[in-house]
């Protein structure tokens, strides 16, 4: 099913893990050079919290990033009446509107202090996997296809809802087809992804939920399953993302956080997703994103990948495309290329 002419380097970015392919031409996917390393975030914070320990100011310098893990340690270090300070475009990592920026108590500029520790912000880690994979004597691959959440350009209302907004007009675009998920370019209100894509022009950038749940059909199991219908589930460490799907068409689809999420709800949910009963507002007010359904699929085949789906899915079918359920959204990424990047050739 993955079958690239050309090397590519596949990036799934997560709250808590990037998650990392190198794909080579003649080299079995098993046999493959894979990562899975602290994510961009989780590094971020480490950075942010040394310079709590030593009593520094933070400076805040690159891109627009994914928050979690780095926009708690920038709260924590602000409490203990440490100043923080961020360029324009460094800031957008904290919230779209400068002014709720500031209303944190970061001062924006374009200079760092001379005392302050100057943090790096970015999604795309290229300088530090060059290093990894040149200390193994690896080449770094000619393309790249890197995955990253992006809600959206939401500076005045909430992000959850625009993010959502945003996947319903595209799978309305595509007539509910898989791929209208993944678009390549993204859109320019994805804001996150247009970062990456200005730190690495030319690859192909998009969205991490479903990107792991186009890997899970790399799963042979699952690809069968998907033919009569099938839930796809995707429980990662920030959100979990549902599908109900016959073949590449979606029927409904619903995401949340997986923090507020436990086996009874996340089954309710998927009941409700699969009879075509589960609105929108339900899941908003309970703190996820939203659903959508175009028509109810019957059908009791639930399949689950991600870091969480044991904890909230264990009796489900747990895809393992090519053997590794961690790097389902990379071989996501690879069939993505294969399909919007090769087959145009």
């Known amino acids: 099913m993955i079958d690239l002419t ?32 602290p994510s961009p975030t989780v590094v971020t914070a480490g950075k942010i919290q040394e310079a709590t320990r030593a009593g520094l100011p933070v400076f805040l310098d690159g ?31 904290l919230h779209d509107d400068p002014e709720r920026v500031r209303a944190m108590g970061v001062e924006i500029r374009a200079d760092p202090p001379g005392d302050a520790a100057i943090v790096r912000t970015t999604d795309y880690m290229e300088p530090e996997l060059r290093q990894a994979l040149a200390l193994f004597g690896v080449d770094y691959p000619e393309n790249v296809a890197i995955a990253v959440q992006d809600h959206g350009y939401s500076p005045h209302r909430s992000n959850r809802i625009h993010r959502f907004e945003l996947m319903r007009d595209r799978l309305d675009a595509g007539d509910w087809d898989l791929l209208s998920l993944a678009s390549d370019p ?58 109900t799907l016959r073949r590449q068409e979606i029927h409904g689809l619903f995401e949340h956080h997986t923090g507020a999420l436990d086996p009874e709800k996340l089954q309710h949910y998927i009941r409700r997703l699969a009879d075509g009963t589960l609105t929108s507002e ?22 689950v990948t ?27 990424l690879a069939y993505l290329w294969k399909v919007f990047r090769e087959t145009t050739l």
């Open 6 to 37: 050309t090397s590519l380097l596949a990036i799934d970015v997560g709250r808590g893990t990037q998650d990392i392919l190198v794909y080579e031409p003649g080299r079995s996917i098993e046999n493959s050079i894979k990562l899975v390393l």
């Open 63 to 93: 891109y627009l990033m994914g928050g979690g893990a780095n926009t708690g340690a920038i709260r924590k270090h602000l409490s203990r009446g440490l100043p923080v300070y961020a360029t324009p475009e460094a800031a957008g990592t």
């Open 186 to 243: 993204p859109i320019a209100d994805m804001t996150r992804m247009q970062a990456v894509l200005r730190q690495a022009p030319g690859a192909l950038v998009t969205d991490t939920g479903p990107v792991a749940l186009i890997g899970a059909l790399c799963d042979p199991v699952v690809r069968r399953m998907a033919k009569a219908g099938v839930t796809l589930v995707n429980a990662g460490n920030g959100h979990t993302l549902c599908f």
């Open 282 to 303: 339900e899941v908003f007010d309970d703190g996820g994103h939203g659903a959508a359904v175009r028509k109810p699929l019957a059908t009791d085949a639930v399949v």
């Open 306 to 332: 991600g870091p969480n789906r044991l904890r909230l899915l264990p009796e489900a079918y747990q895809a393992a495309p090519f053997g590794d359920m961690m790097l389902s959204g990379c071989f996501g």
